[in-house]
């Protein structure tokens, strides 16, 4: 019998706002979260904008986060606090749980790559090296130091594979609940793309927006005819994947199924090429309709598609032609929304972000909105794009992630536990009036996040 795998925290750390309810409210709102570059000197790029998580402090998650700050990668800090923001929703006791049946898994696009330019510059000027300056030279570093601090002593993995690298790390993560090597996975998607020298690259191919440095707000328009590149900028998602077996035990909150999860590479038909570019649709489709598949669904039962949608100019008009082909007579019942709007393209971090949305969704009832859509191209199709925050209730959603250069894609089904469980023959995982009375019987408890102390072996 197949394992079910639900998720039960979600951990948004965003430039809209970081904690389950302070993001949902900024995104059901249409808040978008781009301004100037602060992080680093964009002076002489093109495109002077960003989407920043403003005003974070690693103490507010974490004791000693100001000491720890001075010595961690800024895309670790993040992931750090999507964690803590995971875990803390929830409601899980780490202690109660055996802690080599619990694994982490972090997917992240360019890893570290602040810390080692700013090696490289020191290196040269012959200033002296920081002793934990190799460890945070590799990307696994944020896994690791998850890993440490939870005391969780399972499989330890970071996936490295582009944009995509978050969803990637949640479909991976599950497989190893599946094949029963762990009961939980803590798994999260974490980038920080606000580096000069990532400016500069992204810049060459033309993949940024630069229309818009003086509206910043205007400047990531999904599927409109107006868009003219991404917006780069940071942020991490956090999710708590378990067995249904294991969150029914603990009587936990669950979000959603994850129900597919499928890869698809356009192999030796993609030629990397920046001012010729193919638009093959193959692999895109391929990727939805195997997570479609694996779920068990038809592609006219999907409800909702959570799109890669970040305003490129390329990559838009082809998902756009591969939603058209996917799902054919169908595409008129199906919703499609794009947070990127408002959140931009920030590599791992966008599209951990994108499952935590489409968890959301499902559980609260409410399509975000795709902001800046006000005039559909034709050439992406005719998509039935949520423009402003709409009451429905999906209960099957379809999160897709493009890769930088198309060489591949990456598709996770989510279908409410309401759904799996009749499919199943399950019970619903839900709030119980006899739950721990620490914790009111309510999804939208508030409980103050108090920092976390790094956990002790027990």
């Known amino acids: 019998m197949k394992t079910n795998v639900v998720v039960t925290g979600v951990g948004p750390v965003s430039a809209i706002g970081s904690g389950r309810n302070e993001f949902w409210t900024a995104l059901t709102s249409g808040q978008h979260g781009f301004g100037p570059v602060t992080l680093c000197d964009a002076s002489s790029s093109p495109s002077r904008i960003a989407a920043e998580v403003k005003n974070f402090r690693l103490d507010d998650y974490v004791t000693h986060g100001n000491v720890m700050a001075r010595r961690t990668p800024r895309a670790v800090q993040l992931a750090l606090a999507a964690g803590v923001l995971a875990l803390h929703d929830a409601e899980i006791d780490l202690d109660a749980c055996d802690p080599d049946r619990l694994g982490v898994f972090v997917g992240t696009s360019i890893g570290n790559l602040d810390v080692i330019m700013s090696l490289k510059e020191r290196h ?10 190799a460890f945070h030279c590799f990307n696994h570093s944020a896994a690791c130091v998850l890993s440490s601090f939870f005391n969780i002593r399972g499989p330890v993995h970071t996936t490295t594979s582009g944009c995509n690298s978050g969803i990637d790390a949640v479909g991976q993560s599950a497989r190893l609940i599946q094949a029963g090597a762990v009961d939980a996975m803590l798994v999260v998607g974490t980038d920080c793309e606000v580096v000069p020298e990532v400016f500069h690259a992204l810049n060459a191919s033309g993949s940024l927006a630069t229309r818009f440095n003086d509206d910043p707000g205007k400047a990531s328009r999904p599927f409109d005819r107006a868009r003219n590149g991404n917006v780069i900028g940071e942020g991490a998602g956090a999710l708590l994947l378990e067995s249904e077996e294991h969150a029914r035990r603990r009587g936990a909150r669950t979000y959603a199924r994850l129900a597919g999860y499928h890869v698809a590479s356009a192999g030796q038909n993609r030629q990397y090429s920046h001012d010729a570019p193919e638009l093959d649709t193959r692999p895109s489709v391929r990727a939805m309709r195997g997570a479609i598949s ?4 038809n592609s006219e039962d999907v409800d909702l598609v959570n799109a890669n949608g970040s305003s490129s100019v390329l990559y838009d008009r082809l998902e756009g032609i591969a939603l058209t082909e996917l799902f054919g007579d169908s595409l008129p019942h199906v919703r ?4 990127k709007s408002m959140l931009g393209q920030h590599g791992a971090g966008s599209s951990a972000l994108q499952a935590v949305a489409a968890c959301l969704t499902i559980r609260r009832g409410v399509v975000p909105p795709t902001i800046n859509h006000d005039d559909p191209d034709p050439a992406c199709g005719t998509l039935r794009i949520v423009p402003d925050a709409e009451v429905f209730s999906p209960t099957r959603v379809l999160v897709h992630a493009i890769g930088l250069g198309g060489f591949y894609y990456s598709a996770a089904a989510f279908e409410s536990q309401s759904e799996s469980g009749r499919r ?7 709030w119980s009036d006899d739950h721990n009375p620490k914790f009111p019987p309510a999804d939208d408890f508030t409980l103050p996040l108090v ?3 790094p956990r002790q072996d027990a």
């Open 124 to 133: 040269t000027a012959s200033a002296p090296l920081p002793p934990h300056a």
């Open 294 to 297: 694996e779920a068990g669904w």
């Open 336 to 339: 499609v929304q794009s947070q």
């Open 424 to 430: 199943t023959g399950m019970l619903q995982v839900r």
């Open 451 to 453: 920092p976390w102390a």
